[in-house]
DNA sequence: CTGGGGAGGGGGCCC
DNA sequence: GGGGCCCCCTCCCCA
């Protein structure tokens, strides 16, 4: 089920590209990879080290409750990057969060004159200004590149897939989604074949074993990041999915769903 | 039936 | 513009 924002629905003929530009060739990961199976393929030691999370918000099905996690679930000291950035400074990120529907205008503007913390001069670097939604770039690429993706590719363009009916805003985002047809990336050891190298990466890793990603709270590990994510929810009392009207928590949106259409939440 | 793990797919952001 | 990595989400399966 597709759930992309930039998925547009197919209501009438639209242009459509030069596919034969799009279609990417197959790709047999590079061979590196495979020299040191059944080694790790990615064993970078502070990934593979005991990592710790987040603090994690708690979330209604529409919206932020104030409470977070227990304290057991804050931060700890050397936090790897590679899972630091889970949760971003709020006010630092000016040119991100376009696919926030919920942001305000009011906070999106206040996010606007935030400067970013790694760059002092970024409010007076920030002079290139999207002429159809106001808002500011450092580099004219930035502004070019949002409006591609977002304000001129939304009024006036739309690029269908040839091979659904899906629709996008952008030609990178078309090709992207191309790739999901075309599956360029297969893996040797079993021919399944995926959209992208790192999703062949991780495929890898259930031939290998490699877990890389150990919860802090037990010694479980998991070859994928997300999967860790959602098992580190179970070590909360408070969980990150609450239904607004029994106020009982679940690890995953798909527990609160089913919860929702069991009965619980059938008025609202 | 519920909760959790495994696997995979999506677009966005940064470099 | 493309690659890599990010988070979010879904589906399936199993205990």
């Known amino acids: 089920m597709p759930r992309s924002f930039l998925v547009k629905k197919h209501f009438n003929a639209s242009k459509k590209p030069n596919y034969s530009e799009l279609d990417t060739h197959t790709v047999i990961l590079s061979p590196y990879l495979y020299e040191s199976y059944p080694m790790p393929i990615i064993p970078q030691p502070e990934i593979l080290s005991s990592v710790a999370y987040n603090p994690i918000t708690v979330w209604t099905t529409t919206g932020l409750l104030p409470s977070p996690l227990p304290s057991d679930l804050s931060p700890l000291s050397g936090y790897p990057s590679s899972l630091g950035r889970v949760s971003p400074p709020p006010p630092s990120d000016t040119s991100s969060k376009d696919h926030s529907g919920s942001e305000s205008p009011i906070s999106d503007e206040e996010e606007r004159i935030q400067p970013k913390l790694s760059d002092p001069h970024a409010i007076e670097a920030e002079k290139f200004q999207c002429s159809l939604c106001s808002k500011t770039y450092s580099t004219f690429s930035g502004l070019a590149k949002h409006k591609q993706l977002h304000c001129d590719a939304q009024s006036r363009k739309s690029f269908s897939c040839k091979y659904c009916d899906k629709e996008y805003v952008s030609l990178g985002a078309l090709k992207m989604h191309i790739r999901t047809h075309t599956l360029p990336c297969v893996c040797k050891i079993c021919g399944k074949a995926f959209s992208r190298p790192w999703l062949l990466q991780g495929h890898i890793?259930?031939?290998?074993?490699?877990?890389?990603?150990?919860?802090?709270?037990?010694?479980?590990?998991?070859?994928?990041?997300?999967?860790?994510?959602?098992?580190?929810?179970?070590?909360?009392?408070?969980?990150?999915?609450?239904?607004?009207?029994?106020?009982?928590?679940?690890?995953?949106?798909?527990?609160?769903?089913?919860?929702?259409?069991?009965?619980?939440?059938?008025?609202?």
């Open 205 to 268: 890793r259930t031939h290998t074993g490699e877990k890389p990603f150990s919860c802090p709270h037990c010694n479980r590990a998991f070859a994928d990041r997300s999967n860790l994510r959602a098992h580190l929810q179970t070590h909360s009392d408070v969980k990150k999915y609450q239904c607004k009207n029994c106020s009982k928590t679940f690890s995953r949106m798909s527990l609160l769903h089913k919860h929702e259409e069991s009965g619980c939440c059938v008025a609202h």
